[in-house]
């Protein structure tokens, strides 16, 4: 079983402040990772995510993350934050040995960015 | 990126009445849809799993008579919910997968918010 805890519900910051999104998760097999945000009434949009390879990935609007193993976290961080990346941001987590590809996902985290 | 359409996008209903959601795959062929339920401020729970041509298959605590999945197509999978009650009241949300594996991206819709009277 998985279970993804991210450390932060609200996350408030000034508009070209960095920000960090904490995530850690627990699984006792290999897990491909995600984060995905989502606007008010919409559905989930990719971020961006880790298969293999390089632990830095970089997403789509800016954002990237960095897939730490023995921390078994993958923390997700912007440079320079803008009003519009006000929104809810989840991480996720999917078991690599398998062919469900059900994911489990962390409460989220509100990202408010103040002008 | 691929295009998940999910139909109605709200709806209203007494209880006791039964709702269909549609989620489709506008652009690609779907083996695999999930269906979630996601309570305000909350995450999104997985309901069940459902691939094309067979029963789907759901996770636990989830009642199969109550949500009835059926993926009749590799661009269409519906949940019925029924004798719909008031606490079934949540914003359902689909999602589409390329393939069966893990590592395949899922594509996921925009949400249906069911509210029960």
């Known amino acids: 079983a998985q279970s993804v805890t991210q450390l932060d519900s609200q996350v408030p910051v000034f508009e070209e402040a960095p920000v960090e999104l904490r995530c850690n998760y627990s699984?006792?097999?290999?897990?491909?990772l995600f984060w995905y945000v989502q606007y008010p009434n919409q559905g989930l949009q990719l971020l961006l995510k880790y298969l293999s390879g390089s632990t830095l990935v970089k997403g789509i609007n800016g954002f990237e993350a960095e897939f730490n193993k023995s921390q078994t976290s993958f923390h997700l961080r912007k440079p320079s934050v803008h009003i519009s990346d006000t929104a809810e941001y989840f991480c996720?987590?999917?078991?690599?040995?398998?062919?469900?590809?059900?994911?489990?996902f962390g409460d989220g985290t509100t990202l408010t960015v103040k002008p | 990126g691929a295009v998940v359409s999910q139909h109605p996008s709200w709806v209203i209903c007494k209880s006791g009445t039964s709702v269909k959601i549609e989620c489709r795959s506008l652009d690609f062929q779907a083996t695999t849809m999930f269906w979630y339920r996601q309570f305000p401020k909350q995450s999104l729970m997985l309901m069940a799993t459902s691939n094309e041509g067979s029963k789907a298959t759901y996770e636990q605590g989830v009642e199969k008579d109550k949500f009835l999945i059926n993926h009749a197509s590799l661009t269409l999978s519906t949940l019925t919910v029924t004798s719909a009650h008031p606490e079934d009241s949540s914003f359902y949300i689909c999602?589409?997968?390329?393939?069966?594996?893990?590592?395949?991206?899922?594509?996921f819709g925009p949400g249906t918010r069911l509210t029960v009277l």
């Open positions: 999602s589409a997968s390329l393939g069966q594996a893990s590592y395949n991206e899922q594509f």
């Open positions: 996720a987590v999917r078991p690599r040995d398998t062919n469900a590809g059900k994911s489990t």
């Open positions: 699984s006792s097999v290999s897990v491909y």
